[in-house]
């Protein structure tokens, strides 16, 4: 069973730029889950999707940060525009439901803002 | 709202000794519980998970887990160290009404060799 893909791994960009990050979860998994894991602390949840609806995005700060999962598959983060504190690895997480079912977890996208 | 707090954000062992792990969670509604491992630049595996049910969760790696609601902890224990265990560990919470996964801050395990 392949696993959740994310992409790119590694991203440098100057703060006022913009920044993309794609995840495709494992088949079949309704929910899907961007994290937010800076240095030395646990992955904060930004937002949380079940199939191509929002459940979870009061962590999201939505004047710089969106995201989408069309057809309730693939999704994508967007960070425009970006700031220093945005440095951090991006976990895209993806399970079969919401409630006690384990959370299948991508490698992630370690991003550094300069 | 939920929340998990890891007592020592770093332990260090010996190889072959007891590994112990702190989480205590706060939850007014009853928890599922979760223990995941990450290893450099990996992502978070699952290592164990309570939902209801037996208190004594036993997971991969020879990782086990008692839930004990009187004091509102699930600490992770491993009877002897090995190398490979050395990783970050981080305990996480989430019912079936707030369905989102909360995270504690984590602890990072070295084991001396």
């Known amino acids: 069973e392949a696993g959740v893909a994310q992409s790119p791994r590694y991203k440098i960009i100057e703060k006022r730029q913009s920044v993309a990050f794609w995840c495709n979860p494992i088949?079949?998994?309704?929910?899907l889950y961007w994290y937010q894991q800076i240095l030395g602390q646990g992955p904060k949840l930004l937002i949380q999707?079940?199939?191509?609806?929002?459940?979870?995005d009061s962590q999201l700060p939505k004047d710089r940060f969106s995201a989408e999962r069309l057809k309730g598959v693939d999704s994508t983060l967007k960070i425009q525009p970006a700031k220093l504190e945005d440095s951090a690895v991006y976990l895209c997480?993806?399970?079969?439901?919401?409630?006690?079912?384990?959370?299948?977890f991508g490698q992630g996208t370690r991003l550094t803002v300069v | 709202a939920q929340s998990v707090t890891q007592l020592g954000s770093h332990v260090s062992v010996s190889e072959g000794a007891l590994v112990l792990l702190r989480c205590n969670y706060s939850?007014?509604?009853?928890?599922?519980l979760f223990w995941y491992v990450q290893y450099p630049n990996q992502g978070l595996q699952l290592l164990l998970k309570?939902?209801?049910?037996?208190?004594l969760v036993k997971g991969i790696n020879g990782f086990e887990a008692e839930f004990k609601k009187s004091e509102t902890s699930f600490h992770l224990t491993k009877p002897s160290a090995h190398m490979s265990d050395a990783a970050e560990y981080f305990c996480?919470?989430?019912?079936?009404?707030?369905?989102?996964?909360?995270f504690g801050q984590g602890t990072r395990l070295t084991i001396n060799p």
């Open positions: 309570y939902t209801t049910g037996a208190t």
């Open positions: 999707f079940q199939n191509n609806g929002v459940v979870d």
């Open positions: 939850s007014s509604v009853p928890p599922y």
């Open positions: 997480a993806s399970s079969l439901e919401t409630r006690n079912t384990e959370a299948f």
């Open positions: 088949s079949g998994h309704a929910t």
């Open positions: 996480a919470v989430s019912s079936l009404l707030a369905q989102k996964l909360v």
